[in-house]
Structures are given as C-alpha cells and as structure tokens.
C-alpha cells in the first residue's frame, strides 16, 4: 500500500522560512517524479514545484521561483521543499504527490500525479 506523509508546515511570519519534508512508503521512490502542490482556501489546487526522479531536472511556478528549493534524498525516500522569503500569499495547504510517468509539459497538472498526501498547513501572518 502506498502512503505519502508530508510534514513541516506551521505559522510563520513573512519573511521567514519553513522547510517541508515528504516520505512515500509502498513504492519504488527513484522511478517516480515528485511535486509539491498548493492549495488556499476557495482556490484550485495549483503546483508549486516537480523535481524528476534523479534530482537533476526542477520545475517551479513563477510566484516562488528564487524563494523555494525543491530537493529530494531517495535513499531515504524522502523529498523537500525548502521556502524562504514567505509571504502571506503562500498560505495554503501544500501536498506532496508522486508520478510515473510525467511529462514535463504538464508538471503542474495534479491529473497528471498517481499518489498523494494528506496536506501540511503553512501559515504566513503579515
């Protein structure tokens, strides 16, 4: 059985930097592509970033682009997201998902993703 666990998120002030962590367990981790999505309140799921299965090859959404890392350590099953320089309209829940295959074109389609988290809250007061 597959589960993907995200953990990190927590209150935060803008400004301020927060690394989330997600490990996926029942799959082979280095055949999949990772994301991480974000979803705000009464707004779409939208992605925030996809890393593909090696770590050589990384995709962000132009609203975090300079201020989030996507990493990944398959060794330990386990991919990150390092964000800095939050802001209030970054809060959201963000999930974490797997996908095999992925074609890059579509890296921020959640349709294109087979496995997912349950969410980390982040939160960015003002």
């Known amino acids: 059985q597959v589960q993907v666990v995200e953990s990190g998120g927590g209150l935060v002030q803008a400004g301020g930097s927060l690394r989330l962590s997600c490990t996926a367990s029942g799959l082979t981790f280095d055949d999949y592509a990772m994301g991480w999505f974000r979803q705000a309140p009464g707004k779409e799921r939208e992605g925030v970033s996809c890393i593909s299965w090696s770590g050589g090859s990384t995709y962000y959404a132009d609203s975090v682009k300079g201020r989030f890392t996507i990493s990944r350590d398959n060794a330990k099953n386990t991919l990150y997201l390092q964000m800095n320089s939050l802001k209030p309209e970054d809060t959201a829940m963000y999930y974490c998902?797997?996908?095999?295959?992925?074609?890059?074109?579509?890296?921020?389609?959640?349709?294109?993703?087979?496995?997912w988290g349950q969410g980390t809250q982040v939160t960015v007061s003002s």
């Open positions: 998902a797997a996908a095999v295959p992925l074609s890059i074109t579509r890296w921020d389609d959640t349709g294109s993703y087979n496995y």
